[in-house]
């Protein structure tokens, strides 16, 4: 089965710099969910979207913004990079009607380290 | 506001021991809860969830967890460890509240479960 996709998978940047992180969710899937894991913590949520449109902004830093696409992927676009913002960054989607509806699948994660 | 607690932030079993790993949940309104399992340096895997009906939830890799209102627990267990469950175990709620229906999920600190052989 499908299963989410994250790019890349690892990423090293410099403080001051730029990242965009990419997430194609599972096919019929019009929920996407952007979560920050730092090291040793829990995973936190950062922002949502519903098809295409802005559903829920968690601890997300006014330096990040995202967008969800015409073809569900979404991208999430990190500015200024700081020492602190290094983390594992996951996607996840799921479908928010039916049966399945709340049922989060998650990406493999792209690990940023910001040097 | 949902929240989760997990207690125990490390447990350690023999393999065939019984696992019990503790969560307990906190929200306004009837809770979605799930339990996902993090293998080193992987994603989240969902292993089994509780929306409405049937209390007692079976999931995968011979895990169940019961939803005790009363309690408001959502205990994750499994008769026999096996050595390849040891991994990082988190709870979370979905917030669901209202209208918003956003189900953004609230985690739980994790536990991090050992197997001796």
């Known amino acids: 089965a499908a299963g989410v996709i994250q790019s890349p998978r690892h990423l090293i940047k410099e403080k001051r710099e730029t990242a965009t992180l990419k997430c194609y969710p599972i096919p019929r899937h019009d929920t996407v969910y952007w979560y920050q894991q730092g090291p040793g913590q829990d995973p936190q949520f950062l922002i949502s979207f519903y098809e295409k449109m802005q559903s829920d902004k968690g601890s997300i830093p006014d330096r990040f913004s995202a967008q969800q696409f015409s073809d569900y992927h979404s991208e999430l676009n990190m500015s200024s990079l700081e020492l602190g913002d290094s983390a594992l960054y996951f996607c996840?989607?799921?479908?928010?009607?039916?049966?399945?509806?709340?049922?989060?699948?998650f990406g493999p994660g792209t690990r940023l380290t910001v040097t | 506001a949902q929240s989760v607690t997990q207690l125990g932030s490390h447990v350690s079993v023999s393999e065939g021991a019984l696992v019990l790993l503790r969560c307990n949940y906190s929200s306004s309104v009837p809770p979605y809860l799930f339990w996902y399992v993090q293998y080193p340096n992987q994603g989240l895997q969902l292993l089994l969830k509780?929306?409405?009906?049937?209390?007692l939830v079976k999931g995968i890799n011979g895990f169940e967890a019961e939803f005790k209102k009363s309690e408001t627990s959502f205990h994750l267990t499994k008769p026999s460890a096996h050595m390849s469950d040891a991994a990082e175990y988190f709870c979370?709620?979905?917030?669901?509240?209202?209208?918003?229906?956003?189900?953004?999920?609230?985690f739980g600190q994790g536990t991090t479960l050992q197997v001796k052989p």
């Open positions: 996840a989607s799921s479908q928010a009607q039916g049966i399945y509806s709340y049922e989060q699948y």
């Open positions: 509780y929306t409405t009906g049937a209390t």
């Open positions: 979370a709620v979905s917030d669901r509240a209202g209208s918003s229906n956003t189900g953004k999920l609230i």
